[in-house]
């Protein structure tokens, strides 16, 4: 099958935004977890989550030299592949993309002395207050960086004549509509995702029969704090779906396949859609709901589908994108509640084997569901690279050398997941947590 430039750009961005994506996430959400960890383990002088914080630490730095390479790539790819965006916009996200790479230097710096000052203070509340250092550098990385994607669904703080910007405002730019809820939804998701991850990582091993201390600990701080993140991420959902209903209603409306203008919109989960007749059929709805969630009104008036031009809606296979990631998001909050109540009223039943499987599966449930999640981001801007000023077409370059490209990349993708298994594999596998407990704290 032949592909355009334009197929073959979309094609390589979206491998590595897929693959970067499971990095940068567990490098903003893990040093969070790092941090609670130590914390819980200074004010209890309890050995075992002093040991999770300097365990899931090495695993961090893996993770983050993983990212850098990725991250790079998608600068790169910035510029390669549509060298038409960059020169409208390069301008105007010129100073985001800066500030994320000093985000990045901050982060780097003090992650660099957070690993190699273990001990070395006498209070070691001090050491602690590095990985409070970590912690803004890599959410100040994040937020920056998702500011240039807010910027590309609610562009302003320029002026564009005959195609060429004329005056450039960069905070405005920066600190467009989208902003607060774009980098507030990618903030909690990152932190959700993480404690989940690691969740996964301490139920797996207490099925496997590893029910120490230490592991069950491990356990309830990750599922506990997921349980805080997946009411944040709630929040953040949605302060989205307002946002949308405001300034993006034609994505709105193809997450939820709403053709006709109207007032008590219902909400639509699953079902299958016919789009020359526009019929949904044997899905679930709720009636009002839409207007409520995108309006706080009941009988608010949502904004059809048939009001926009065709060639300016998003592919309505979203829709389906959107009914998983829901899924998943009520999977995970299910699980964490019951984990505390469980943990509070019936500690007998926090370690059920069925409950413990749960949570395994919560944890690339939570990937995926941030996979999917950009996935949403991305497609329903389309057909625009730019909203309302530029379409992925114009954006794309002409170059015929893009499938060369786009196997060269694959190739260095799975060199860096096979590499980052295999040291993270050797990293613990071959250091259990017991023989290091005792090694490290048998004074």
């Known amino acids: 099958m032949e592909f355009d430039s334009v197929m073959l750009s979309r094609m390589l961005t979206t491998l590595t935004l897929a693959f970067h994506i499971i990095f940068a ?9 790092i941090a609670v960890a130590e914390w819980i383990g200074i004010k209890k002088n309890d050995s075992h989550y002093m040991l999770l914080a300097r365990r899931w630490t090495r695993g961090f730095t893996i993770m983050v030299a993983i990212g850098v390479v990725t991250g790079t790539c998608i600068g790169l790819q910035l510029s390669l592949l549509w060298p038409s965006f960059m020169k409208i916009a390069g301008q105007a996200i010129a100073l985001p993309l800066f500030m994320e790479t000093f985000a990045f230097f901050f982060e780097a710096i003090f992650l660099g002395i957070y690993l190699y000052t273990w001990d070395r203070f006498k ?15 890599s959410s100040l990385s994040a937020f920056f960086i998702t500011t240039v994607n807010a910027f590309m669904n609610t562009p302003q703080g320029f002026e564009l004549v005959d195609g060429v910007i004329k005056t450039v405002d960069p905070i ?14 990618v903030l909690t998701t990152a932190y959700l995702t993480s404690a989940f991850v690691l969740a996964m990582i301490a139920a797996f091993q207490i099925l496997c029969g590893k029910a120490t201390d230490y592991t069950k600990k491990a356990l309830r701080l990750t599922v506990t704090s ?11 959902g949605d302060l989205s779906a307002k946002f949308l209903a405001e300034y993006q209603p034609e994505k709105l409306a193809a997450l939820e396949w709403h053709f006709e203008t109207e007032e008590g919109a219902d909400l639509i989960l699953f079902g299958t859609l016919d789009e020359a007749s526009q019929e949904v059929k044997y899905a679930i709805h709720l009636p009002k709901m839409l207007s409520f969630l ?13 009001e926009f031009p065709k060639d300016e809606i998003p592919p309505l296979y979203i829709h389906y994108l959107f009914d998983f990631k829901v899924s998943f998001a009520g999977f995970m909050t299910l699980v964490s509640l019951l984990f505390v109540m469980f943990s509070r009223w019936k500690k007998e039943w926090m370690h059920n084997k069925w409950l413990l499987r749960a949570i395994v599966l919560c944890g690339p449930l939570a990937m995926i569901s941030i996979e999917l999640g950009w996935i949403l981001a991305e497609v329903g801007r389309q057909p625009w690279i730019l909203r309302g ?13 893009v499938e060369a490209i786009l196997w060269l990349f694959l190739g260095l993708y799975i060199v860096l997941g096979i590499v980052c298994t295999v040291v993270l594999r050797k990293m613990f596998l071959n250091n259990p947590a017991e023989a290091e407990l005792e090694y490290r704290f048998k004074d």
């Not at 995108?294 to 048939?306: A, H, I, K, M, P």
Request: hydrophobic content about 45%.
């Open 226 to 236: 997921a349980f805080v993140f997946v009411i944040l991420t709630g929040i953040a």
């Open 172 to 185: 405005q730019a920066m600190f467009n509509p989208a902003t607060p809820t774009k980098t507030f939804h």
């Open 389 to 401: 000023y530029m379409k992925v077409p114009e954006a794309a370059t002409t170059s015929d050398g």
């Open 123 to 137: 209070k070691p509340i001090y050491h602690w207050l590095l990985s409070i250092s970590v912690i803004i550098g």
């Open 25 to 33: 996430t567990v490098g903003v959400g893990v040093p969070v977890m």
């Open 294 to 306: 995108s309006l706080s009104d009941f009988n608010g008036e949502v904004t059809g589908l048939n």
